[in-house]
């Protein structure tokens, strides 16, 4: 999709505040509402826009314990990836999933209450998968940047 100025304004904005309204957006870029609805339309309909969200704070209800898991897989098969996908798509500690280069296969955000269910994670989930040979923590310690917006 080829972005115009005002759909790049539009996606700035949308990620900025996602709760807009079309009346305010349409203001912002000096648009008519239903120009800019239907401008807003394309982009979801193209893809550009896949959904709107509030960002929820995991220390504020009570989930102070954030790491990076990197996951070594033992065997590649078809069979034992699809389960390892499956089950970390059920696992809501997971919050991040990605295939990745290097010398782990995954790399895992995790986000629970303390160490304590971090541990308890890591004996009753992870290492009870057959095609995971070995995990790697990363504590974090701060989150230094985190920028969800994509720039456009």
């Not at 509030?54 to 070594?72: N, R, T, Y």
């Not at 057959?130 to 940047?145: C, G, Q, R, W, Y």
Request: proline share 1%; with cysteine; glycine share 2%.
């Amino acid at each position: 999709m080829i972005l115009d100025s005002r759909d790049k304004t539009i996606l700035t904005l949308l990620q900025t505040d996602c709760r807009l309204s079309n009346t305010d957006l349409a203001e912002k870029l000096n648009m008519s509402t239903s120009a800019c609805w239907r401008k807003v339309r394309a982009l979801e309909e193209a893809g550009a826009i896949e959904n709107y969200r509030a960002q929820v704070s995991a220390s504020a209800i009570g989930l102070d314990f954030h790491a990076l898991v990197q996951v070594k897989m033992i065997r590649h098969s078809r069979a034992h990836l699809a389960d390892f996908l499956v089950a970390v798509d059920n696992r809501e500690e997971i919050i991040e999933c990605l295939a990745t280069t290097g010398d782990s296969d995954y790399q895992l955000r995790v986000v629970c209450k303390d160490l304590s269910a971090y541990n308890q994670f890591l004996e009753d989930f992870l290492f009870d998968l057959p095609a995971v040979d070995s995990a790697k923590t990363n504590v974090i310690l701060n989150e230094v940047k985190r920028n969800e917006r994509i720039p456009v």
